[in-house]
T-cell receptor, first 113, second 111 residues
Framework: EPEVTQTPSHQVTQMGQEVILRCVPISNHLYFYWYRQILGQKVEFLVSFYNNEISEKSEIFDDQFSVERPDGSNFTLKIRSTKLEDSAMYFC?????FGYGYTFGSGTRLTVV | GESVGLHLPTLSVQEGDNSIINCAYSNSASDYFIWYKQESGKGPQFIIDIRSNMDKRQGQRVTVLLNKTVKHLSLQIAATQPGDSAVYFCAENQAGTALIFGKGTTLSVSS
């Protein structure tokens, strides 16, 4: 069964540093998403991406965040200057149709110290 | 603001019992609903979905019920097994918007 792959599985970074979280969506999917989950809380929507553009973003997705599809297979989330409150699990997802049929990756646990 | 949520944060059942996990949603424009299972250290895993033109849908050991009148969604798991222990989330969207998750219910199954 096709999978969404995320790397690394765990990232520890110092406050103020930049981090890039990487995702390889399912190859025939056109829509890509990032979600985050602070420990013990619900999964929160960050951003959706289609055709090399952001199609929707939440209030959480401020100027510190950016997304990119640098090549035909990767989809990245960059946090420019990490804060302690950015510590969370970050999930990438992809789908063939916008808003339906998501497949999630296993997540990257980001710890900001 | 509008959101999707679950009634109970935890549910404990005995192996073999039927489990019912509930979710209340407030966005009357939502037309698609999904239940996800999340095991420790993993991403959300699709269980079953339902569109707003239906009120019931069955899968293998799982049934989703949708009551649009009271904006209520439930997940029924038949003959619950220890492997069903996980956090369960409902999620919703309307056409053209990204999926929004509610708070989870932790299901614990004891044998």
């Amino acid at each position: 069964e096709p999978e969404v792959t995320q790397t690394p599985s765990h990232q520890v970074t110092q406050m103020g540093q930049e981090v890039i979280l990487r995702c390889v969506p399912i190859s025939n999917h056109l829509y890509f998403y990032w979600y985050r989950q602070i420990l013990g809380q619900k999964v929160e929507f960050l951003v959706s991406f289609y055709n090399n553009e952001i199609s929707e973003k939440s209030e959480i997705f401020d100027d510190q965040f950016s997304v990119e599809r640098p090549d035909g297979s990767n989809f990245t989330l960059k946090i420019r200057s990490t804060k302690l409150e950015d510590s969370a699990m970050y999930f990438c997802a992809s789908s063939e149709v916008f808003g339906y049929g998501y497949t999630f990756g296993s997540g990257t646990r980001l710890t900001v110290v | 603001g509008e959101s999707v949520g679950l009634h109970l944060p935890t549910l404990s059942v005995q192996e073999g019992d039927n489990s019912i996990i509930n979710c209340a949603y407030s966005n009357s424009a939502s037309d698609y609903f999904i239940w996800y299972k999340q095991e420790s250290g993993k991403g959300p895993q699709f269980i079953i979905d339902i569109r707003s033109n239906m009120d019931k849908r069955q899968g293998q050991r799982v049934t989703v019920l949708l009551n649009k009148t009271v904006k209520h969604l439930s997940l029924q798991i038949a003959a619950t097994q220890p492997g069903d222990s996980a956090v369960y989330f409902c999620a919703e969207n309307q056409a053209g918007t990204a999926l929004i998750f509610g708070k989870g219910t932790t299901l614990s199954v004891s044998s």
